[in-house]
């Protein structure tokens, strides 16, 4: 009845910032709780948009931080974007590389020819993020792109985080290469479905569920690919952010961290247009109700974990009803989650 959740999924697709690791450091409760889930049962696997650094770096890094990982654990955007064009082209075919070289033995992985200039006449191109890549480089992959390969960038990011703040990401490189041939990549990342199904695939899951933290690109994407999707609180969404999502973008299972992957998950129920989910209950008539044993709360700035469960999915309910967003913005104040309440 109240078994665990991970209990539920043979593998688990974690994203990695705000998920393991944030910078330098791990996320509170990360390491400790995926190693418990890994001792229970589960296989993991960490899924990144990052196709610059090699899947053996990756893992070294979180390895270093307590949480197990090899490179056969780690799926890059460069390794989906180089399946996806390998179940394109054929076998040998010529691909003109802009990126790093992590991106080029990915290419080589799936059997492929890699090329430097658009003169080998390549019949696709794959870009992903590299910090080497200038206008000549850009430029060889738009004569290619004109010529008519097939256009494919591991992610569509527009910025990338470092130190000094947001940086230009492979979406924008891909953004000045498609306004000068007027062609738009495919895209190997999330929030695209590809990922999360060949990461499934590659990993031989049955019962699949993704983790993390970023509501447009791993929860947009997981349900894309119909995976049910841990949501955490530990990275770029807040939890307003999260009771105020598009349906697209709506996570299976709504925690603080990592600990929740080892503890039961309660079921949500809907009686009529409330929520109901344990001894809390939550429902919209023009304002937001939410009662606990009973006894009906004023929205607190701090809701326990089942409260913020059954505010989500009483919203969800609502703007399902057509309750427009902003309106049920206005009555939802900014809020933390916290376990002592
Ligand atoms: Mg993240």
């Known amino acids: 009845m109240s078994e665990n959740l991970v209990a539920r999924f043979d593998v688990g697709l974690f994203d990695l910032d705000g998920v393991c690791y944030l910078g330098p450091n791990p996320v509170i409760h990360a390491p400790e709780n995926i190693r418990e889930a890994i001792g229970a049962g589960m296989r993991q696997a960490y899924v990144t948009n990052n196709a610059g650094r090699t899947p053996a770096a990756m893992a070294a890094q979180l390895d270093s931080l307590g949480i197990p990982a090899t490179a056969a654990n780690v799926i890059s955007s460069g390794q989906v974007g180089a399946r996806m064009l390998a179940q394109r082209i054929p076998p040998g075919s010529k691909v003109l590389v802009l990126g790093t ?9 799936e059997g492929l020819l890699v090329v430097e200039s658009s003169d080998d006449e390549p019949v696709a191109v794959i870009q992903g993020f ?17 010529a008519g390969a097939l256009y494919l960038a591991t992610n569509l990011d527009s910025t990338i985080p ?7 990401g492979n979406g924008s490189i891909a953004a000045a290469i498609s306004n000068s041939t007027g ?35 791993d929860i947009q994407g997981a349900v894309a690919a119909k995976m049910p999707v841990l949501h955490v609180l530990t990275g770029l969404a807040t939890a307003r952010d999260v009771v105020l999502a598009p349906a697209i973008q709506r996570p299976t299972f709504l925690a603080d961290d990592l600990r929740s992957l080892n503890e039961p998950y309660p079921e949500i129920n809907h009686d009529g247009h409330t929520v109901v989910v344990e001894d809390t209950r939550a429902w919209w008539d023009g304002t937001m109700h939410v009662e606990k044993k009973g006894e009906e709360l004023r929205l607190p700035n701090v809701l326990g974990m089942n409260v913020y469960r059954a505010l989500a999915h009483a919203a969800w309910e609502a703007a399902d009803r057509g309750v427009p967003l902003e309106t049920l913005g206005e009555a939802i104040p900014e809020f933390n989650v916290s376990r002592e309440v």
Not at 162 to 168: N, V
Not at 183 to 209: C, D, N
């Open 162 to 168: 470092r130190d000094r703040g947001l940086m230009i």
């Open 183 to 217: 062609v738009i990549p495919l895209s190997a990342g999330k929030p695209e479905p590809e990922i999360f199904e060949i990461a499934a695939r590659m990993m031989k899951a049955e019962r699949p569920f993704a983790i993390g933290d970023n509501l447009d690109t």
């Open 101 to 109: 070289d992590a991106l080029r033995a990915d290419v080589q992985r």
């Open 130 to 146: 590299s910090p080497e890549i200038d206008w000549l480089r850009m430029s060889e992959a738009a004569l290619a792109i004109r």
